[in-house]
Protein backbone atom coordinates (compact mmCIF):
# COMPACT_ATOMS: atom_id res chain seq x y z
CA UNK A 1 0.00 0.00 0.00
CA UNK A 2 1.43 3.59 -0.61
CA UNK A 3 1.70 5.35 2.30
CA UNK A 4 1.99 8.89 0.60
CA UNK A 5 -0.45 11.52 0.24
CA UNK A 6 -0.76 13.32 -3.04
CA UNK A 7 -2.40 16.16 -3.91
CA UNK A 8 -2.69 16.95 -7.89
CA UNK A 9 -1.43 20.47 -7.85
CA UNK A 10 -2.23 21.01 -12.24
CA UNK A 11 -2.81 18.32 -14.89
CA UNK A 12 0.60 15.79 -14.62
CA UNK A 13 2.03 17.75 -11.56
CA UNK A 14 1.76 16.01 -7.85
CA UNK A 15 2.91 17.13 -4.83
CA UNK A 16 4.23 14.07 -2.73
CA UNK A 17 3.98 13.87 1.04
CA UNK A 18 4.90 10.83 2.74
CA UNK A 19 2.75 9.42 5.87
CA UNK A 20 6.12 10.22 7.75
CA UNK A 21 6.15 13.99 6.04
CA UNK A 22 2.59 14.50 7.65
CA UNK A 23 3.17 13.28 11.09
CA UNK A 24 6.42 15.06 10.86
CA UNK A 25 5.55 18.27 9.91
CA UNK A 26 4.44 21.47 11.96
CA UNK A 27 2.86 22.81 9.13
CA UNK A 28 1.92 21.67 6.05
CA UNK A 29 1.31 24.51 2.92
CA UNK A 30 -0.52 23.21 -0.04
CA UNK A 31 -1.02 26.37 -2.61
CA UNK A 32 -4.47 26.49 -4.10
CA UNK A 33 -6.24 28.58 -7.05
CA UNK A 34 -9.17 30.29 -6.28
CA UNK A 35 -10.87 30.97 -9.88
CA UNK A 36 -12.09 34.63 -8.06
CA UNK A 37 -10.25 35.72 -5.11
CA UNK A 38 -12.71 38.66 -4.06
CA UNK A 39 -15.50 38.63 -1.69
CA UNK A 40 -18.47 40.17 -2.20
CA UNK A 41 -21.14 42.08 -0.13
CA UNK A 42 -24.29 40.26 0.18
CA UNK A 43 -26.36 43.18 -0.31
CA UNK A 44 -27.15 44.12 -3.80
CA UNK A 45 -27.21 47.39 -5.22
CA UNK A 46 -28.62 48.69 -8.20
CA UNK A 47 -29.13 51.87 -10.69
CA UNK A 48 -32.06 52.89 -12.80
CA UNK A 49 -32.28 54.95 -15.79
CA UNK A 50 -34.63 56.02 -18.18
CA UNK A 51 -32.74 56.38 -21.87
CA UNK A 52 -33.87 58.96 -23.91
CA UNK A 53 -30.77 59.38 -26.61
CA UNK A 54 -27.61 57.61 -27.65
CA UNK A 55 -24.73 57.98 -26.26
CA UNK A 56 -26.29 57.92 -22.68
CA UNK A 57 -24.34 58.15 -19.23
CA UNK A 58 -25.03 55.81 -16.77
CA UNK A 59 -23.68 56.07 -13.37
CA UNK A 60 -22.75 53.65 -10.50
CA UNK A 61 -20.98 54.06 -7.25
CA UNK A 62 -18.79 51.07 -5.91
CA UNK A 63 -18.61 51.32 -2.44
CA UNK A 64 -16.57 48.14 -2.37
CA UNK A 65 -12.37 47.95 -2.44
CA UNK A 66 -12.49 45.88 -5.90
CA UNK A 67 -14.23 45.62 -8.83
CA UNK A 68 -17.21 43.89 -9.32
CA UNK A 69 -18.69 42.77 -12.63
CA UNK A 70 -22.51 44.14 -12.86
CA UNK A 71 -25.64 42.23 -14.35
CA UNK A 72 -27.83 44.67 -16.98
CA UNK A 73 -31.56 44.29 -17.48
CA UNK A 74 -32.16 46.50 -20.56
CA UNK A 75 -36.14 46.80 -21.05
CA UNK A 76 -37.37 48.16 -24.69
CA UNK A 77 -40.03 51.04 -24.15
CA UNK A 78 -39.52 51.48 -28.12
CA UNK A 79 -37.49 49.51 -30.50
CA UNK A 80 -34.13 48.76 -29.93
CA UNK A 81 -31.42 48.05 -32.68
CA UNK A 82 -27.84 46.75 -31.12
CA UNK A 83 -27.46 47.88 -27.78
CA UNK A 84 -24.16 48.03 -26.35
CA UNK A 85 -22.42 49.26 -22.95
CA UNK A 86 -18.86 50.33 -22.29
CA UNK A 87 -16.73 51.78 -19.07
CA UNK A 88 -14.45 53.36 -21.41
CA UNK A 89 -12.00 50.11 -21.85
CA UNK A 90 -14.37 47.03 -22.07
CA UNK A 91 -17.52 47.32 -24.25
CA UNK A 92 -19.98 44.47 -25.11
CA UNK A 93 -22.86 44.44 -27.73
CA UNK A 94 -25.62 42.47 -27.75
CA UNK A 95 -26.45 42.22 -32.36
CA UNK A 96 -30.19 42.52 -32.78
CA UNK A 97 -33.93 44.00 -32.30
CA UNK A 98 -35.96 44.44 -29.75
CA UNK A 99 -39.39 45.40 -29.39
CA UNK A 100 -41.53 47.52 -27.39
CA UNK A 101 -41.91 45.34 -24.20
CA UNK A 102 -38.85 43.06 -24.75
CA UNK A 103 -36.54 42.79 -21.57
CA UNK A 104 -33.02 41.95 -21.98
CA UNK A 105 -30.67 40.43 -19.28
CA UNK A 106 -26.94 40.51 -19.27
CA UNK A 107 -25.59 38.27 -16.72
CA UNK A 108 -22.19 38.68 -15.57
CA UNK A 109 -20.24 35.81 -17.76
CA UNK A 110 -21.90 37.53 -20.82
CA UNK A 111 -24.98 35.42 -21.55
CA UNK A 112 -28.20 36.76 -22.31
CA UNK A 113 -31.50 36.31 -21.76
CA UNK A 114 -34.92 37.50 -23.42
CA UNK A 115 -37.94 37.59 -21.88
CA UNK A 116 -36.86 34.99 -20.23
CA UNK A 117 -35.37 32.63 -22.88
CA UNK A 118 -31.76 32.11 -23.70
CA UNK A 119 -30.84 34.11 -26.67
CA UNK A 120 -26.81 33.19 -27.13
CA UNK A 121 -24.05 35.81 -25.98
CA UNK A 122 -23.21 39.49 -25.76
CA UNK A 123 -20.06 39.99 -28.14
CA UNK A 124 -17.25 41.60 -26.32
CA UNK A 125 -16.06 41.94 -22.76
CA UNK A 126 -18.91 42.28 -19.89
CA UNK A 127 -17.50 45.76 -18.46
CA UNK A 128 -16.63 45.77 -14.56
CA UNK A 129 -17.48 48.55 -12.33
CA UNK A 130 -14.07 49.36 -10.09
CA UNK A 131 -14.40 50.72 -6.31
CA UNK A 132 -15.85 54.72 -6.29
CA UNK A 133 -17.79 56.44 -8.96
CA UNK A 134 -18.09 54.78 -12.63
CA UNK A 135 -19.52 56.08 -15.71
CA UNK A 136 -20.89 53.54 -18.12
CA UNK A 137 -21.80 54.72 -21.78
CA UNK A 138 -25.27 53.23 -23.37
CA UNK A 139 -25.22 53.28 -27.17
CA UNK A 140 -27.91 52.17 -30.02
CA UNK A 141 -28.14 51.86 -33.40
CA UNK A 142 -29.28 55.72 -35.07
CA UNK A 143 -32.68 54.25 -35.99
CA UNK A 144 -33.57 52.89 -32.54
CA UNK A 145 -36.25 54.40 -31.06
CA UNK A 146 -33.06 55.42 -28.05
CA UNK A 147 -36.44 54.74 -25.95
CA UNK A 148 -35.80 52.13 -22.92
CA UNK A 149 -34.75 51.74 -18.94
CA UNK A 150 -31.26 50.33 -17.73
CA UNK A 151 -31.45 48.44 -14.91
CA UNK A 152 -27.83 47.60 -13.49
CA UNK A 153 -27.07 45.66 -10.30
CA UNK A 154 -24.11 44.99 -8.67
CA UNK A 155 -22.49 43.31 -4.97
CA UNK A 156 -19.68 45.42 -4.02
CA UNK A 157 -16.55 43.64 -4.12
CA UNK A 158 -13.29 43.35 -1.81
CA UNK A 159 -9.83 42.10 -1.71
Known amino acids: MDDSLRIQKEEGHELLF ?9 SLFVP ?3 ADTRKYSIIR ?13 IQLTSEGRAPTTPEWTLTANGTIINPAISNGEDKMEWNGTLNPGDVMVISKDGTVSING ?42 Y
Open 18 to 26: TEEDVKNAK
Open 32 to 34: LLA
Open 45 to 57: DSATLAVTSSPAD
Open 117 to 158: SRAGNISGTVPEADAGENTFIYSDEPDSSHNCTIEVKWNDAY
